[in-house]
């Protein structure tokens, strides 16, 4: 058993107590308080149970260091061995039987430490400090986790103020990259995290420092409290300075000394610090990936630090806990690629590794860029986060100058689609201030970038949850397992979303990414293959079931055939031209078995025409439904013409001469009163549309992924309803926080003056057309007809012979007020606007556009009209 498994089992007893501490009741308060209603208030899971662990070793192991933690969970001399791999080593055991301290040679020896593979269970044994690893995958919130153990550290030193807790934290990482990304636990909503009496306090004293670029010191109180330091590696890491060719000696002498003097300073003030404890993110930098001069020098500031003040700990967090395929023992608790997919806190990867096959020296490079946009914007084009940021996807170069080479085609292939080149941005060692500011500000919803290149960048540390694909189509490196960490940058989940990540490879690259992700993940990776996010089954309960139908009048087009006689239809061949094909595969991560991880997927081959084309057959059927003419004749035409496929440059010359000869057809318009029905118990065939449960209710199940059920509303579960307006069904399920918002203040609306009002219902949510009628047809960008299903319809009672009027609202976020579907002069609300001038005075329709999580007061005034109205 590992040390990650029993600490798990150890702390679920732990939980189980209430996390009981005679010493420290506070911690039993704060962990509790993590959660209302069985509901995590803010946290992730996994970060959750990252922190129970921590605190357990905290607690109630006292924060013992590596020996003594593995000594005490594995008191038996074989399961201590076994949990440190060495069980097996013939080396170790020999010694053991020989009464030999195998540790002490593990820690001096180096030969023999290489001969047996053991160079990461070396590192561990030679730290004198308490030392963990939280090893959590991509995308899991490595950095609120850091920020969530500090605020409770300093909230236990708070109220046992002589007690072994921190009043201080220094958190590093390498790299600006990541250095940006730690300035999200600024953003942390500590109040979510520590209880009301403790968290005042905390606030009161906490000081958050960002150490800047050129700052000589760190600007913070010598010997003071509470200071929460965050700065690069480089900047307090004890280490030489190489001397440059143009430098004369007593040059290189004073910038030396410069340099240790500034390196000196802010070591010293960090060193003035007491109870401090460490926090290194993306460990892997200075804890297994790199035990060369780099780790020496960082273990040895790090040592520096515990030597002038004695730390309380370090806390390392990584996604990538190995080296050289051996896990590193130090790690408390994982939470691996696996589970982060199951959990929908990462995007799957199922049939997601799109590999292109190009034959050396091709000039096929311009063709499989065209593939890559047209297939991305395909698939992500529409699809934006929740607060509005635009998909986007990174292509990685290995050199600028591949990069130079490949920018003109990517820009080329954005225009085919109708997309400006202004959305492509660059980040490379080159870039311009501007440039990475953009590269910066890419969260930011109102960031144009689209298309990112990159060279060198965007790896770790990069967090762009808007990100849904990568591209690698040149030949890169493997070292220190960039292919592995670019190509995975897209995996980040975003709120909602149901489409797996993509990444594009050059098939050079396949191979590498296959010996990376083997590994890096090794064992995690046999499940991968059947990995999807977990979906959850619940059932929605009908409670009304005789609701009065709407009537609405709507116009419907009918197609009239003319009387005219037919006329056959003949097709000439358009001019021809060659194609050069391009194989693409696409790939599964799966399990790990001959040497392999990256399987090819059940789509398997297939090609791409480098001027693109369609079989006959499909074909056939575009220019058939399109003129309403027998598919089977066009099809025997086409295939007079060509063998398998049809050039698309052809197919716009197919069309103009089929157009020219069959104009058979006139579209005219009706005018007709429908009754909606708001829910449908049985289908068109007279069958029942839901089932009934063992106490007699009928229900419907539905299927989510798991924690998006974060916005269902349960009738049982909201606040005083006297009037029992709206859920014929229960729960809600809201697809988002400002429609679960906005119902919450509608129902406390009308429920202030209810005399005038029938009743109001969710409907946004019942997508199925056997189950209900309130749904409207509009033509799309696609030039093809979709259904809408409106979120609300507040209905007001009928007064006498004069029918009950209604008003339907939309409940779109702000971002979206331009989007040509959904937005304010979108396809939707142009056809909504028509059948409110058809119906008169009828009903009303308004789109709400919401800035946030929630509905401002403001947004209420037009349904406050209505609900006042006579």
């Known amino acids: 058993m590992n040390l990650f498994e029993i600490l798990a089992e150890k702390t679920k007893e732990w939980r189980d107590n209430n996390y009981e501490s005679n010493d420290f009741p506070a911690i039993s308060e704060i962990l509790l308080f993590a959660k209302e209603d069985g509901k995590l208030r803010f946290l992730r899971e996994p970060q959750f149970r990252a922190m129970e662990v921590y605190w357990y070793l905290r607690i109630k192991q006292k924060t013992p260091d590596f020996i003594t933690l593995y000594k005490t969970l594995f008191p038996k001399r074989s399961d201590f061995l076994q949990a440190l791999n060495i069980d097996k080593k013939q080396e170790v055991l020999q010694m053991i039987m020989d009464d030999e301290?195998?540790?002490?040679?593990?820690?001096?020896?180096?030969?023999?430490?290489?001969?047996?593979?053991?160079?990461?269970?070396?590192?561990?044994?030679?730290?004198?400090?308490?030392?963990?690893i939280l090893a959590l995958a991509m995308g899991a919130g490595k950095t609120i986790l850091i920020g969530s153990i500090i605020a409770t550290e300093f909230a236990m030193s708070i109220e046992y103020p002589d007690a072994n807790f921190m009043k201080n934290a220094l958190v590093f990482a390498p790299g600006t990259t990541i250095i940006e990304s730690l300035k999200e636990i600024a953003d942390i909503p500590f109040n979510k995290i520590i209880p009301p009496r403790l968290y005042r306090p905390f606030m009161a004293n906490i000081k958050l420092t960002y150490t800047k670029t050129g700052e000589k010191d760190i600007p913070v109180e010598q010997g003071g409290n509470y200071n929460l330091v965050v700065t690069n590696t480089e900047k307090i890491m004890l280490r030489k300075i190489r001397k440059s060719k143009t430098q004369t000696q007593l040059e290189f002498e004073e910038k030396e000394k410069q340099e240790q003097l500034h390196a000196n300073l802010r070591l010293q003030k960090i060193a003035s610090l007491p109870n401090l404890g460490i926090f290194?993110?993306?460990?892997?930098?200075?804890?297994?990936?790199?035990?060369?001069?780099?780790?020496?020098r960082v273990r040895s500031t790090i040592n520096y630090l515990h030597e002038k003040k004695e730390i309380i700990c370090v806390v390392n967090t990584t996604g990538t806990p190995y080296y050289k395929s051996?896990?590193?023992?130090?790690?408390?608790?994982?939470?691996?690629?696996?589970?982060?997919?199951?959990?929908?806190?990462?995007?799957?990867?199922?049939?997601?590794?799109?590999?292109?096959?190009?034959?050396?020296?091709?000039?096929?490079?311009?063709?499989?860029?065209?593939?890559?946009?047209?297939h991305f914007w395909d698939k992500y084009g529409a699809i934006k986060t929740i607060d509005g940021c635009n998909s986007k996807i990174a292509f990685y170069f290995p050199t600028e100058d591949a990069l130079l080479e490949g920018r003109p085609h990517i820009e080329t292939a954005l225009a085919k689609?109708?997309?400006?080149?202004?959305?492509?941005?660059?980040?490379?060692?080159?870039?311009?201030?501007?440039e990475i500011d953009s590269f910066n500000t890419l969260n930011d919803p109102?960031?144009?970038?689209?298309?990112?290149?990159?060279?060198?960048?965007?790896?770790?540390?990069?967090?762009?949850?808007?990100?849904?694909?990568?591209?690698l189509i040149r030949k890169l490196s493997g070292a220190n397992n960039f292919l592995l960490q670019a190509s995975t940058r897209c995996l980040r989940q975003i709120a909602n979303n149901k489409l797996n990540a993509t990444i594009y490879l050059d098939g050079n690259n396949v191979a590498t990414l296959d010996n990376e992700l083997k590994e890096t993940y090794g064992s995690s990776l046999r499940e991968l293959n059947e990995k999807k996010a977990e979906m959850v089954t619940s059932r929605l309960f009908i409670i009304k079931t005789e609701i009065p139908k709407l009537l609405i009048k709507k116009v419907i087009q009918k197609v009239v055939k003319n009387e005219n006689e037919n006329k056959p239809v003949t097709l000439k061949m358009p001019t021809d031209s060659k194609v050069e094909q391009i194989s693409i595969t696409t790939y599964n991560p799966n399990i790990v078995n001959e040497a392999k991880v990256l399987y090819q997927s059940a789509e398997g081959n297939k090609t791409i025409s480098v001027n693109h084309s369609v079989d006959v057959y499909s074909a056939s059927l575009i220019i058939a439904e399109n003129y309403y003419l027998d598919q089977f004749d066009i099809l025997k035409k086409l295939k007079k013409l060509y063998t398998e496929e049809v050039p698309h440059n052809h197919l716009l010359q197919l069309f103009e001469q089929v157009e020219s000869q069959v104009c058979n057809y006139t579209l005219t318009t009706e005018e007709i009163e429908e009754a909606l029905a708001i829910i449908r118990l049985t289908n068109f065939d007279g069958d029942n549309n839901f089932k009934t449960d063992e106490e007699g209710r009928l229900y419907t199940e539905i299927r989510y992924t798991k924690g998006n059920d974060t916005n269902f509303l349960d009738k049982e579960k909201t606040e005083a309803n006297a009037n029992n307006f709206g859920f014929h069904y229960t729960p809600y399920n809201f697809d988002s926080g400002p429609e679960k918002d906005f119902y919450i203040n509608l129902l406390n609306m009308i429920n202030e003056k209810p005399e005038d009002i029938e009743d109001i219902y969710f409907t946004g949510a019942l997508t199925d057309p056997n189950k209900t009628d309130f749904y409207f047809e509009y033509k799309g960008n696609d030039n093809q007809f979709h259904n809408y299903y409106p979120d609300f319809v507040i209905r007001k009672k009928q007064r006498g012979k004069k029918e009950g009027k209604f008003y339907i609202v939309e409940i779109k976020a702000e971002n979206e007020r331009d989007d040509s579907i959904v937005g304010e002069k979108g396809m939707k609300k142009l056809k909504m606007d028509e059948l409110e001038k058809i119906n008169k005075n009828r009903f009303k329709y308004e789109i709400v556009f919401a800035p946030s999580n929630t509905v401002p007061a403001d947004k209420y005034n037009n349904v406050k009209e209505f609900l006042k109205a006579e």
């Open 326 to 374: 051996q896990t590193l023992k130090d790690v408390i608790f994982w939470y691996g690629i696996a589970e982060g997919i199951q959990d929908n806190i990462l995007k799957s990867l199922e049939n997601g590794i799109r590999s292109y096959s190009i034959k050396k020296n091709s000039e096929s490079t311009k063709e499989m860029i065209e593939d890559i946009i047209q």
């Open 446 to 471: 109102k960031a144009i970038h689209r298309v990112i290149l990159l060279v060198g960048k965007g790896t770790e540390g990069w967090n762009c949850p808007s990100l849904f694909a990568t591209a």
């Open 101 to 132: 301290d195998y540790l002490e040679r593990i820690k001096t020896d180096d030969k023999f430490v290489n001969r047996n593979n053991l160079e990461s269970l070396k590192e561990s044994l030679e730290l004198n400090y308490p030392s963990y």
């Open 417 to 434: 689609i109708g997309q400006p080149t202004t959305i492509v941005l660059k980040n490379t060692q080159t870039s311009k201030k501007e």
């Open 280 to 296: 290194s993110d993306e460990a892997h930098h200075t804890y297994g990936q790199k035990l060369g001069e780099e780790l020496k």
